[in-house]
């Protein structure tokens, strides 16, 4: 069992730049989870925005988002993080972070339904 607890989202303007964290509580140790961040606009599907291995070594991001975002995690802290630069009005969704349990596999991690757990989301709104 995993609690998935997202902060740092907010309102900023085109252009400007935010940091979300995840927090994990979990009885399992954190490095044994993939950690990927989705997101979910109004009237739309669940996308993939990044993806990141147990230990942080393999990282994959959504090609809307390369260049922009950086995902990262401290196992010390049981945090993954995603920044996001260059923010822009299409960016605005509901954030959302997620935990799987598997072997990072690619692909495989990319799809909202081969995650286990999730959390709350934080909202990000860009304004144009």
């Known amino acids: 069992q995993v609690k998935l607890v997202e902060s740092g989202g907010g309102l900023v303007q085109a252009g400007g730049s935010l940091r979300l964290s995840c927090a994990a509580d979990t009885r399992r140790t954190f490095s044994n989870y993939v950690m990927g961040w989705f997101r979910q606009a109004p009237g739309k599907e669940r996308e993939f925005v990044a993806v990141i291995s147990q230990r942080g070594s393999f990282t994959n991001y959504a090609d809307s988002v390369k260049g922009r975002f950086t995902i990262s995690r401290d196992n010390s802290k049981n945090t993954v993080y995603l920044q996001m630069n260059t923010l822009q009005p299409e960016d605005t969704a509901d954030y959302l972070c997620?935990?799987?349990?598997?072997?990072?596999?690619?692909?495989?991690?990319?799809?909202?339904?081969?995650?286990?757990?999730w959390g709350q989301g934080t909202q990000v709104t860009v304004s144009s």
């Open positions: 997620a935990a799987d349990g598997q072997i990072y596999s690619g692909s495989y991690h990319f799809r909202s339904q081969n995650f286990d757990y």
